[in-house]
């Protein structure tokens, strides 16, 4: 290997405010230092490392050094923002990147006859590939650089995609080689080869997308790689020339139907060319196109903060940023088109081929006996589908990525645009679905368009989203008149009414209490819909409109209408049958019970925390728990994260920082265990108590043994230390490193200059002195140097989702339960018609059945606190007790604050000419439409009263705003989804 050459005395120079100028040359000067000790140390290591220990001991002194030396040095300049300072002498990178480069290429590891006792370690290529790319990152061109920057620039990058294919080739052909291999061995050489093959492809393929991102941009045109890279994408594409944000760029891609116009690769197909599709190929992966993906953006926001052309991202604008036609289409559209499709594939997988009724739905009262265990599949395995293998899940977790690094760094305004920009994309494709179709609308707005606002809750000051649009959506299923449309929109408009803006909540109510109450409430049979409906309007809208008189009258007015209405006509009430006094006495203490036996009950919500589950996969690989059981579960999670077992998952991190998450959630996990069995409820006491106990009981409890993970990881440390002291006097090239260990005072903290930021529990695993504590200082027994203590700083990507994994907006839910009822006469006709390929009887009917007996009430209105809700109309032999609304869920009010029309009189002006006999039958049926208006009236107020009850019940332990409904609306069917495009 050829060591870097430096041939002229190292100068910086450096452009920027003074009382940063002395920090940033001090560490440049111990870069180029380090940089000359680090060569000297790999040219001696050849001769030395020559047996499996001393490989061992040369790999770790080796990433200690790098660690220590360089990626220490580079994690803080990239935390720092980049428009504080403009780097002018960038050689000492560049020949820091090179000596890398080489270092790597040197590997002959991944040779089939090379000695695996002489590779390097994972650990070292996992800190020297991060080195990498935090240079590439801070070198990164920009409109101040010089054109003379942007050939260097683009000519290491060339080296390093050499450098990376190459190992890409070799671990390709040599784990084929190894597969074919037969050996009844696992712990066997080929056996032990092919893990390391695969940990280190798997390394690899963290940094491709960063790679192939930034080799987008900054590779001459002429080597065609983003065409390339976009044909990978999109075969059916075209290009034009066209002025571009980046100047060298010329070409405009854009999507066509034309096999003329179409780019067809074997125009610039060469030897250079070819070897491009290796690395671009990977593009095909969903994560790596993630990866490719967060970078790709982060590049165009960066120039354009610099440009002079002042862009704004917006759809008129695309064609000045090359690909972000194709790529924003592609990641929007056809994503989502794609995980619908999957979607019903899965839904397909395993019906019942005996069931043929569509309706038949979850909250069904035989759905389970119909089903059968075998053929169900449960909400909390589509749940678990959705957040683990949807595309367009991992698109927003990636955009909130994205904008958690780059809103640090100021021009909000550009992260917004952007994020508008998908969002308009993605909403302008959702409304070319059917609204009756319920099943693609329950997964878009009960689960995609959820999780969005999940993701961006901790930034609300990003304000993308086009409430408008989403709203039309919502109003579109409840115009359907369909029962699973409609409890879709309910649903959502539940779920997401505290992050709707105050403007939109006054139009939805509006419109909600004008033109779909009605709807809501009478021209429907299902009683699940009145229940939704009363939900939103008990729990959400009446409590976020208090401060709005308008607003809080128009339930109050509805409600009002309602009961005056029945006080009207409480004569028609005396004269109905009896049988129908029943079912109305009846369904008042049921009046919250669906489809039968169904109820949804309102229970404390255990909060998901990403270090438990993290921990849990780990720990039990083969258990077959769903991650992510409902949508509440992701409200504070980041399933991409959860999936690559805590390790970050836009660009590659040294091995250790993944190593120290999982201890960290190892221990968090093991201490939430010892709580005496206490219940979590997510609540931020409970959220404090365990911060506590986190920081401060390894003090009291240090007796016991228990340790903190900061001592773990501090012994790391001083292992590293120690095992060069030994080295020191052993290993001529060893004294080298262990003087470097030893000197701190070189090692200058600029943590201090940098703006303080809210620390996930990995960043509190290597920087200590941030605002809210650390583990590392709640150790007294642990005393470690103050410098010694800021040389590892965290990742800076890692602190962006604080927020994210420690918010616990949703405490409570609303979750389905089955209320147990004598119905195994109906169940046994249904399994009999089964045999015969039908349904009939009571499972087939989805309007409300007849109230069993079971669940009749004698004494109804006896309770006294409910006596209160009803009025006592005697005639004759006959009592009825009138429900009446109660009106303390709207607070204090004037009596003569609303006006109400009066009820009159049928007009029999148009029946003037009608005969006796007709005008008989006219006024029979008039009388059943009114008792039957009377009955429903009496069902909607009897069914507000119970939600109020509800609500009182639980109003002094939660928050309306914490509230949330986890209910699944979808059929167990085989029909496919019809998606109109």
């Avoid at 589908?385 to 994205?402: A, D, G, H, P, Q």
């Avoid at 990995?762 to 010694?788: D, P, Q, T």
């Avoid at 005008?919 to 009236?937: H, Y």
């Amino acid at each position: 290997m050829d060591p870097a050459v430096h041939t002229q005395p190292y100068e910086c120079e450096l452009e920027t405010v003074h009382q940063d100028k002395f920090l940033i040359e001090k560490y440049e000067t111990q870069l180029f230092q380090s940089l000359n000790k680090f060569i000297s140390f790999i040219d001696n290591a050849d001769q030395l490392a020559s047996t499996k220990e001393q490989n061992t001991k040369f790999c770790k002194s080796s990433s200690n050094f790098l660690r220590l030396k360089l990626l220490t040095v580079l994690r803080q300049w990239c935390g720092c923002p980049q428009n504080n300072y403009t780097l002018s002498n960038r050689d000492i990178l560049i020949q820091w990147w090179v000596t890398l480069l080489n270092f790597l290429s040197s590997d002959t590891s991944l040779q089939m006859d090379a000695a695996f006792q002489s590779s390097l370690s994972i650990e070292l290529t996992s800190v020297c590939l991060e080195c990498v790319s935090r240079i590439m990152t801070i070198l990164i061109i920009l409109p101040i650089h010089p054109w003379r920057d942007m050939e260097i620039y683009s000519h290491h990058l060339l080296l390093t995609i050499h450098c990376i294919t190459n190992k890409l080739v070799l671990i390709s052909k040599n784990t084929k080689q190894l597969n074919r291999t037969e050996t009844d061995d696992k712990s066997s050489i080929n056996d032990k080869k092919l893990q390391y093959l695969n940990k280190y492809s798997s390394l690899l393929r963290s940094f491709i997308g960063k790679l192939n991102a930034y080799a987008f941009f900054y590779l001459p045109e002429e080597l065609h790689f983003d065409t390339i890279l976009l044909l990978t994408v999109s075969p059916q594409i075209s290009s034009s020339i066209q002025t571009c944000l980046f100047s060298w760029k010329r070409r405009h891609y854009k999507f066509t139907d034309d096999q003329e116009q179409m780019i067809r690769p074997d125009v610039f197909e060469d030897k250079d060319t070819k070897f491009f599709r290796i690395i671009v190929s990977y593009i095909k992966n969903d994560m790596i196109l993630m990866s490719f993906y967060w970078h790709y953006w982060y590049i165009i926001l960066q120039f354009m903060k610099l440009s002079d052309l002042n862009l704004a991202i917006e759809k008129s604008t695309l064609p000045y940023i090359p690909g972000s036609e194709i790529l924003l289409t592609h990641v929007t559209s056809r994503f989502l088109n794609s995980d619908l499709n999957k979607y019903t594939r899965v839904i397909k997988q395993t019906p019942n081929p005996r069931i043929a009724n569509d309706n038949v739905t979850e909250s069904h009262p035989n759905f389970r006996a119909l089903n059968g265990n075998n053929a169900f599949i449960t909400s909390e395995r589509i749940n678990d589908y959705v957040f683990s293998n949807f595309k367009t899940i991992k698109l927003w977790e990636c955009l909130r990525s994205l904008s958690g690094c780059i809103v640090k760094e100021g021009h909000p305004e550009y992260l917004e645009n952007m994020l508008s920009l998908h969002e308009s994309s993605l909403v302008d494709y959702v409304s070319t679905i059917s609204a009756y179709d319920y099943v693609a609308a329950n997964v878009i707005y009960n689960k995609i368009f959820q999780f969005i606002i999940f993701q961006f809750e901790s930034l609300p000051f990003l304000k993308f989203i086009r409430w408008k649009s989403w709203y039309n959506g919502l109003s579109s299923l409840l115009k359907t008149k369909n029962v699973n449309s409609q409890t879709i929109s309910l649903l959502c408009f539940f779920n997401v009414w505290t992050h709707v803006p105050l403007e939109e909540r006054d139009e939805i109510v509006k419109t909600l209490l004008n033109d779909f109450w009605t709807s809501l409430t009478f021209d429907n049979e299902f009683p699940l819909i009145r229940i939704l409906f009363m939900k939103l309007l008990v729990f959400k809208i009446i409590p976020s409109s208090q401060d709005s008189t308008l607003l809080r009258s128009l339930p109050y007015g509805r409600i009002k209408e309602l009961y005056e209405e029945l006080l009207v006509n409480k004569e028609i009430l005396v004269e109905m049958q009896e049988h129908c006094l029943t079912d109305m006495t009846v369904h008042r203490k049921n009046a919250l019970v669906f489809n039968g036996n169904s109820h949804l009950m309102m229970i404390p919500r255990k909060p998901n925390i990403e270090d438990q589950l993290v921990y849990k996969i780990n720990y039990d690989k083969k258990s077959k728990t769903e991650k992510f059981p409902s949508v509440s579960s992701v409200a504070n999670t980041r399933p991409n994260v959860i999936l690559k077992n805590g390790k970050y998952v836009y660009d590659v991190l040294d091995e250790m920082a993944s190593k120290a998450a999982f201890l960290l959630a190892e221990k968090r996990t093991r201490l939430n265990s010892k709580k005496n069995h206490k219940t979590v409820d997510g609540s931020e006491e409970d959220q404090d108590d365990e911060d506590a106990e986190i920081n401060g009981t390894y003090k009291k409890k240090s007796k016991e043994g228990i340790t903190s993970l900061s001592a773990t990881f501090n012994s790391w440390i001083s292992k590293f230390s120690t095992t060069s002291e030994e080295s020191q006097k052993k290993k001529e090239y060893e004294n080298i490193l262990d003087s470097d260990l030893a000197y701190e005072e070189d090692v200058v903290d600029i943590s201090k200059d940098t703006p303080k930021r809210l620390s996930s529990n990995i960043e509190k695993l290597f920087k200590h002195g941030n605002n809210s504590g650390s583990i590392v200082s709640s150790n007294s027994s642990i005393k470690l140097y103050k410098k010694r203590e800021n040389i590892l700083v965290g990742p800076p990507e890692l602190k962006y989702s604080n927020e994210i994994k420690e918010s616990n907006s949703i405490t409570t839910i609303f979750k389905l339960v089955f209320i147990q009822t004598n119905r195994k006469v109906i169940e046994k006709i249904d399994l009999a018609n089964m045999k015969w390929g039908t349904i009939h009887g009571g499972s087939k009917y989805m309007k409300p059945l007849p109230v069993p007996k079971d669940l009749t009430i004698s004494n109804v209105g006896s309770d006294e606190n409910e006596a209160r809700n009803f009025v006592a109309v005697d005639d004759k032999d006959l009592n009825i007790d009138l429900p009446v609304p109660d009106f303390s869920i709207f607070g204090k009010r004037k009596e003569d604050e609303y006006e109400f029309p009066t009820m009159g009189d049928p007009r029999l002006e148009d029946l003037e000419d009608i005969g006796e006999k007709e005008m008989i039958i006219w006024k029979r049926n008039q009388e059943m439409k009114l008792k039957t208006r009377m009955q429903k009236i009496c069902v909607v107020i009897e069914t507000f009263n119970a939600t109020v009850r509800e609500y009182f019940e639980f109003s002094n332990r939660l928050d309306h705003d914490s509230i949330f409904i986890d209910f699944e609306v979808r059929k167990s069917s085989s029909n496919s989804i019809n998606i109109k495009v």
